[in-house]
């Protein structure tokens, strides 16, 4: 795959030098790497259109499956800027963030269970915990990674266009710093305290820490804020009572107070209503404390790890966007940015990594109705489920690898060879899209940063790559550069990423539906569903039970044998066979078991089936841990 790279900014032609406008303010490990790359641009890869809803070429929504660099050089691309943008990026915490994966019910007891009624609590459901990411970096390359993701974001910003980027006290204030450098002091609008009630915590040894930070910049230079529309309604009364003047009444009964308007040597009076006063409110100021965060049981959680609550969305969108303007969240997590916007009249483009991400911001705007394309960044990263996962699953299908004393961080581990002895493996970072393709850059770090300090027994090492700029002059340097007699073999990761993705299975059966419902006449029965992957995290999670007969409230997970049980969500296309797909018949199974069709929630358990307006052409699966499979209808 031949790389094309997009510019970070306009060309200088536009008025605008590229870089010449930054000095490096915060020194870091290998940050004039980042500058070079950035001096190159952002590499642009194909999207593929996976899917549409509604009507999207009317708006222009997308959902975006892939790295905010790629993101970014696409819309730069396709023309495409965003009038708004608030991210919610990794923190830098060390923190591994997990989703409970929910074993649904049996649907072919639905009947039983819709006889008896029965209601079903969450601790009564069987679930295991499957890692979705982990906020774990090295400082320095934190700072690298947000420094281009930064530039690349800044790209596709409109002229009036705000950020508001959310962290806390891990990395935000180094983060604030580069927002300097990137957007310029002079840009900077609000520092944002959002201090979230509740949550009371005794911290031993230090104070309880119960507030994030929201940074604020602004290329607009007229008014940043429509403080009228985030403005907080006063209290009629403690209002009253702070005019400090008489209050009069209409005949209606209206209550008014005089005021008065122009300059000191031509004031005249005017009578003010005191429902207009109290309408009006007061200005909103930098601390946020009246917004509390999603607590477990709040109804607005769709189960999504690190999610906010649509309340500080709605007060950012309103306050930095107008109706018919572009939001665009880089690291969309749950949805709610894209769903928020939907619902002010916004547009939105939601991009992340991870595909429950898409899945779960998919969701979400079905139930709203929404219209959007969901697109897929084709960067040759064939990715399981999210590039942790994806890390540590690789690890399993490589040959074993090993640890060697002496062998710096830099290298995955090391192979055991017969006649070679160790042999230590390089492998690109799947959370960093600027290791993704084999350029000089990362060559010579190789081969003058980590090779020098490798143990003196290794004969040979082994790089793996996803993309590579020019593979013979990658050759070339290696040979011209190479300080030791150390061999080093080149190999394509896609091969071996390509393993990863193993489709699922499942039968059915279509019939004529027996009911007079005239609009469906069509049945189609799921009748049986494998998936190996889920299988196997099931058994591990029983395996760990069994190895622990101590613990306490363990119950193993058992699946029946039409194994229906590990399914979230079914769709059918009855549309077309092929290209992107389009749900006619839109199922999703809740954690109790109960069906949504088509966005609409129900009471009602799944009992295997689903009525169509007209037989289908394909079938997408998705099981409960967020695989998805397509299979065509034979």
């Given amino acids: 795959m031949s790389i094309r790279y997009i510019p970070f900014f306009p060309d200088p032609t536009h008025g605008q030098a590229i870089l010449d406008n930054f000095k490096r303010t915060l020194r870091y490990s290998t940050s004039d790497d980042y500058k070079r790359m950035v001096r190159r641009g ?64 049996n649907p072919q007891k639905a009947a039983e269970l819709e006889e008896a009624e029965q209601t079903l609590q969450n601790d009564e459901l069987a679930a295991f915990e499957e890692k979705m990411y982990g906020d774990v970096w090295e400082k320095s390359k934190y700072l690298n990674w947000m420094y281009t993701n930064l530039l690349a974001i800044k790209s596709v910003m409109s002229d009036n266009a705000s950020i508001y980027v959310h962290l ?10 580069l927002m300097d450098e990137v957007f310029g002091e002079d840009n900077f609008v609000n520092e944002i305290i959002w201090h979230y009630p509740g949550r009371e915590m005794h911290v031993p040894n230090k104070f309880n820490a119960k507030h994030d930070t929201i940074f604020l910049y602004s290329l607009r230079s007229g008014d940043v804020i429509n403080s009228k529309a985030v403005a907080i309604p006063y209290d009629r009364e403690e209002r009253i009572e702070g005019l400090r003047r008489k209050v009069y009444k209409d005949e209606d009964g209206r209550e008014w107070v005089w005021e008065t308007r122009g300059q000191s040597n031509g004031q005249e009076p005017y009578k003010r209503y ?19 965060s999603l607590r477990g049981n709040d109804p607005a959680r769709v189960g999504y790890a690190t999610e906010k609550p649509p309340a500080l969305l709605e007060r950012i969108i309103q306050a930095s966007s107008n109706a018919g303007d572009t939001v665009a969240d880089f690291f969309g997590g749950s949805g709610v940015t894209a769903a928020v916007a939907q619902k002010l009249g916004r547009k939105f483009i939601h991009v992340d990594v991870g595909v429950n991400s898409i899945q779960t911001a998919r969701d979400r705007l079905v139930a709203l109705r929404a219209s959007f394309e969901v697109k897929e960044v084709k960067d040759g990263v064939s990715l399981f489920r999210n590039p942790i996962q994806t890390m540590e699953k690789l690890l399993t299908v490589l040959p074993r690898l090993s640890q060697l004393e002496g062998l710096e961080k830099v290298w995955a581990g090391a192979l055991a060879d017969k006649r070679l002895g160790p042999i230590p493996v390089w492998l690109p970072n799947l959370l960093d899209s600027a290791s993704l393709v084999l350029d000089e850059m990362t060559i010579l770090r190789i081969l003058h940063g980590a090779m020098p300090n490798l143990p003196p027994e290794v004969k040979k090492v082994v790089v793996y790559y996803i993309q590579v700029e020019d ?5 070339r340097l290696i040979n011209e550069q190479r300080e030791t007699l150390v061999e080093i073999e080149l190999r394509d990761l896609k091969e071996v990423l390509d393993e990863l993705v193993i489709n699922d299975n499942a ?9 007079e419902d005239l609009t469906n006449p069509w049945l189609l029965a799921i009748t049986h569903f494998s998936s190996d992957r889920v299988r196997q995290k099931i058994d591990e999670y029983n395996q760990r039970g069994d190895a622990n007969p101590g613990k306490k409230g363990f119950k193993p997970i058992r699946i029946s044998e039409q194994g229906l049980e590990m399914l979230e969500a079914v769709a059918v296309d009855c549309t077309s066979a092929q290209g992107p797909f389009h749900a006619d018949c839109d199922l999703k199974i809740d954690k109790f078991g109960h069906s949504i069709l ?3 929630k129900t009471n009602r358990f799944w009992d295997g089936t689903l009525a169509l307006s007209s ?16 299979l065509p209808f034979e």
């Avoid at 289908?616 to 397509?630: A, H, K, Y």
């Fill in 42 to 105: 952002m590499p642009l890869y194909d999207l593929s259109t996976t899917e549409t809803v509604g009507l999207p070429e009317e708006n222009g929504n997308l959902l975006i499956h892939g790295e905010c660099l790629a993101a970014c050089a696409a819309l730069r691309d396709m023309g495409r800027t965003v009038d708004l943008v608030y991210i919610d990026p990794p923190f830098a915490s060390g923190a591994d963030y997990a989703k409970k994966i929910f074993i649904r019910r």
């Fill in 168 to 177: 806390d006290w891990h990395i935000g204030h180094y983060v604030k710093i």
């Fill in 274 to 292: 005191i429902d207009e006063i109290v309408a009006d409110g007061h200005a909103l100021n930098d601390v946020w404390s009246d917004i509390p």
């Fill in 471 to 475: 593979l013979e002059a990658i050759k």
């Fill in 507 to 515: 039968s059915w059966r279509l019939e004529k539906n027996a009911t």
């Fill in 598 to 600: 088509d966005g609409r």
């Fill in 615 to 630: 037989p289908p052409l394909r079938l997408r699966f998705r099981n409960i841990c967020g695989d998805e499979t397509i």
